[in-house]
């Protein structure tokens, strides 16, 4: 029988309970239905796609009489094959919660009361007009989603750049993947990993770094377990200052101190050229490496960097800065070498004001020892929301970057994007616009006088979260208008001025693109509740109004789209002749297949599994990256200057506030299984709120001890920026010094984003919720 | 095996619309309001033959539409990988239900069991 030395959930549970923790009620849906009513009508099974996390499962939909009634995996998927996890398979129940908003709502002497579609949307209209008529299109901000589909967060950047004229056009993407993107764009000149998940079939090492695999993308768990279970041979290296439950599969594990990895990583490359381990010809081919001198990217040579590395990141050195033994360096080194080697990452090295390094030294790693465009060997950044690869960050909905690779500093990407758009040349402006952090500061300051939020929570998840939360929702004369688009109850909704019913991604029809460059249609099979709409019926509707009120040019968009089928194509040719190739992804082929990885530059080809290689990558046959000097297999970086990617030097500096006498502890948050981001949608399934019903904080036995501190305990968790009393869950997960909450539940006492801190990656610009100091005390 | 069609599929959201009686509990009832979102067109494509594995019609949710969840036993807790739950499952020890997840891909078998069946605190 196998034993946990864990503390029971149970414990935790009825210690929450006893607290007066909220058990939703509700018991197992296999209770509910036992027989077949009769005369109920079939179902009908309908090709999907999940709406969590950017592991992109292919699902079916069951339909009965306009009714989602389940949800399976879809077997026939190339990449997840049928394997789901719970959160999916509880969606219908999700969907038809009776808390979803049914009505706009507007605030009136600071309660929020109904008000009719026309209405509403005449006052948003009003508001933003009369911001940019008398503060400039800069005093306008949009506030996206991952979770929008690919259509509607387009159509919102090509509204707010290339109509109004502003580029404070953010995304909550900001917040999770913007250290990848930086990662993949300064080594390999453009953005999305270059392999894909059929790597996991012949991986022979996988490397996860800061990343609960098993917990926040099961499907690719489950995948590792599969590989593993054909054969011996395969080995994982956990790399992670948590005992997550991928410890479970890990044959090597190491712990460093938060925040100091990247000497880590950097000693790991070191082992790898001392041992000979690198490939020579590769990097002769492929690779250039450059180091920051006087705040300037310069080339430097391989002993350059050989010595740079022997002078900083020996095993023993890096030891002494993360407490990873060196010889536990020296063993993962060697596994990785061992390879083919599929590295997985996810927010333990995103969310960090070092994110972006820490992505390169991962790139590193893998262009040092050729472990990379084979295979089973890539670099591979997991993706936490559905969509914000192909919603977000392809189509360019942040505030520095325009469609499919495009930057707005860059004249001629402008100009292309305004011939295609339609826009007044010089409609979009050269200089970036508010990124996350900046723009709901700039809220808090009223020089943003009005803001749309679509599809996310800032209030729940932004770092440091007070102050942003008064940004949003606090009274002040002359407080800026902030609209929510949404489908159900958050905090942010509970502050807004107006908040507007959203449709499920059930209740309309679009694209997500997941993380391995897949993008997937899932179509419309339900109506929305009550009077929701979809955000693309929302944005048209707003972008018609700002027409007639003169501050986007007539026709610019109204007319033009009338659903998210009209506005693929043009997308298509925004996507034409750059690396994201996707002119071959027609809609009628979307509707057939279970997605298609770009580039897809032709309606005939299949997609592509592996970029930048001859032989795979169609763009090296055709078009301007075209070469027939290289042979099949071969590796060719286009992107990149020169065609070389790079290997960076870069140091390894500390966390933003490291631990100190007052502030002793390092405090960092993540996910459970069951439960996702703010819990708004995960919480609506009574099964998975039962299974959580509150907030825990995971605190290693040494410390407890210390503070005399049992499981079930009130522990209070204090920063610099506010704190939280949550229970105390004593185990053997979290490093010494290190404590743990999820990020999931709203009550005032669980906030944990009132305690992380909101510096933020100087290159990314993503936050450093992964590590802040804290002190604890028993409550 | 259930199959179905689209011009099926539309007449039964046809008759989901013109629903009357609307109550606040699930499943909500469908009431478009003034201003209608995008049209409910599943494509052909989109309509797929599938072997359903147990699920069936119901009025409500589909029988057999939701993971069964386990109970709040300490071995729950930390189980990651199917060997370790197979340990009971696949031989009865414990009384545990012996798996059978028949017709359903073997790579289900060799997942995270923990990945669908979320664990069910008791409510003594």
């Known amino acids: ?779 | 095996m259930r199959t179905a069609r689209y011009p099926t599929l539309v007449l039964a959201v046809l008759a989901a619309i013109l629903c009357a009686a609307c109550g606040d509990d699930e499943p909500t009832c469908v009431q478009p309001g003034p201003v209608a979102s995008s049209p409910l067109v599943i494509p052909d494509a989109a309509v797929v033959d599938f072997v359903s594995w147990g699920v069936l019609p119901s009025e409500e949710f589909a029988e057999h539409a939701f993971p069964p969840t386990m109970p709040d036993k300490a071995w729950h807790q930390d189980l990651w990988t199917p060997e370790a739950c197979l340990e009971c499952h696949a031989t009865g020890e414990e009384d545990a239900p012996i798996v059978k997840h028949e017709g359903m891909p073997k790579l289900w078998l060799e997942g995270a069991c923990r990945s669908c069946h979320v664990i069910r605190p008791d409510e003594d």
């Not at chain 1, 589909?149 to 750049?161: C, G, P, T």
């Not at chain 1, 109509?163 to 900001?174: L, S």
């Not at chain 1, 018609?544 to 033009?560: D, S, T």
């Not at chain 1, 501190?709 to 009130?714: A, H, I, L, Q, Y």
């Open chain 1, 1 to 779: 029988m196998p034993t946990s030395p864990s503390p029971t959930r149970r414990d935790f549970i009825r210690a929450a309970a006893a607290a007066g923790v909220a058990v939703a009620a509700g018991g197992p849906l296999a209770a509910l239905a036992s027989e077949p009513t009769k005369g109920a009508s079939p179902v009908t099974w309908v090709k999907s796609v999940c709406r969590f996390c950017g592991t992109g499962c292919g699902v079916i939909l069951g339909v009965t009489d306009g009714r989602l009634v389940a949800l399976r995996g879809d077997p026939e998927h190339p990449t997840t094959k049928g394997l789901v996890c719970a959160k999916a398979l509880f969606l219908p129940k999700i969907v038809r919660s009776k808390n979803r908003l049914k009505k706009p709502m507007v605030r009136k002497d600071g309660r929020l009361v109904p008000i009719g579609w026309d209405e509403a949307m005449d006052l948003v209209a009003d508001r933003f007009a009369s911001a940019i008529q008398e503060h400039g299109p800069n005093s306008v901000a949009y506030y996206g989603s991952g979770q929008a589909m690919s259509e509607e967060s387009y159509l919102a950047n090509r509204l707010f750049k290339g109509g109004i004229g502003t580029n404070n056009v953010e995304g909550n993407p900001r917040l999770c993947m913007a250290s990848a993107v930086g990662g993949y764009v300064s080594t390999f000149g453009k953005d999305e990993p270059m392999g894909s998940y059929d790597d996991i079939d012949h991986a022979k090492t996988f490397f996860l770094v800061g990343s609960n695999t098993a917990e926040c993308h099961p499907v690719i768990f489950s995948r590792i377990l599969s590989a593993r279970a054909k054969g011996e041979d395969v080995k994982v290296i956990v790399l992670d200052p948590r005992k997550s439950p991928v410890i479970g599969v890990a044959d090597l594990h190491l712990d460093p101190i938060p925040g100091y990895d990247l000497t880590v990583l950097h000693a790991m490359a070191y082992v790898l050229l001392k041992e000979g381990k690198h490939d020579k010809a590769f990097i002769e081919k492929n690779v250039q490496f450059k180091a920051v001198k006087d705040g300037k990217p310069v080339g430097v040579s391989f002993d350059d960097y050989l010595a740079f590395l022997e002078e900083h990141h020996t095993p023993e050195k890096a030891e002494a800065v993360s407490g990873v033994p060196a010889a536990k360096i020296r063993e993962a080194a060697m596994l990785f070498a061992q390879g083919p080697t599929t590295s997985f990452w996810t927010m333990g090295l995103n969310q960090r004001t070092r994110g972006v390094w820490a992505n390169n030294l991962m790139h590193n790693l893998h262009l040092i020892t050729a472990n990379i465009g084979k295979p089973g060997a890539t670099p591979f950044s997991l993706t936490g929301q559905p969509n914000a690869c192909g919603g977000v960050r392809d189509t360019g909905t942040l505030c520095h970057i325009l469609p499919y690779g495009r930057v707005v500093k860059k004249e001629a990407h402008r100009q292309q994007i305004e011939k295609l758009w339609g826009s007044k040349p010089g409609t979009i402006q050269p200089k970036p616009g508010l990124d996350t952090i900046e723009m709901f500061k700039a809220l808090g300051r009223d020089e943003v006088k009005a803001m749309l939020v679509l599809t996310t929570n800032p209030a729940h998840t932004l770092p440091n979260s007070t102050p942003y939360k008064d940004a949003i929702g606090k009274a002040r004369p002359d407080k800026p208008f902030v609209v929510v688009l949404d489908a159900y109850p958050t905090l942010t909704t509970e502050i807004a001025d107006l908040v507007l019913p959203a449709a499920m991604w059930s209740e309309k029809s679009g694209v997500f693109g997941m993380s391995e460059r897949r993008y997937q249609f899932h179509p419309k099979v339900q109506e929305p509740p009550g009077e929701a709409r979809s955000d693309f019926d929302v944005l048209l509707d707003f972008a018609g109004r700002l027409e007639e009120r003169g501050v986007v040019p007539k026709g610019y968009i109204g007319g033009k789209f009338e659903t998210t089928d009209d506005i693929w194509d043009e997308m298509r040719l925004a996507s034409k002749d750059t690396p994201y190739d996707f002119m071959g992804q027609t809609r009628e082929r979307l509707h057939r297949e279970r997605g298609i990885r770009w580039p897809t530059p032709t309606v005939d080809h299949p997609g592509t599994a592996r970029r930048f290689v001859k032989g795979e990558d169609p763009l090296l046959d055709a078009g301007p990256w075209a070469d027939d000097t290289l042979k099949p297999g071969e590796t060719s970086f286009y992107a990149a200057p020169g065609k070389k990617a790079i290997v960076w030097l870069r140091p390894a500096l500390p966390p933003a506030e490291p631990t100190d006498e007052e502030y002793p502890y390092v405090f960092s948050t993540g996910r459970v299984l069951e439960h996702w981001h703010s819990g708004t949608m995960t919480m609506q399934a009574p099964e998975l709120k039962r299974a959580y019903p509150g907030c825990f904080a995971e605190v290693h036995p040494t410390d407890a001890k210390e503070l005399g501190v049992k499981t079930g305990d009130k522990l209070k968790i204090t920063s610099r920026r506010g704190e939280i009393v949550v229970r105390a869950r004593v185990v053997e997960i979290p490093r010494p010094g290190m404590v743990f909450a999820p990020m999931h539940w709203a009550d005032e006492l669980s906030q944990v984003n009132k305690v992380t801190i909101d510096a933020y990656d100087p290159g990314s610009k993503q936050p450093e919720f992964k590590i802040c100091a804290v002190k604890l005390a028993k409550a």
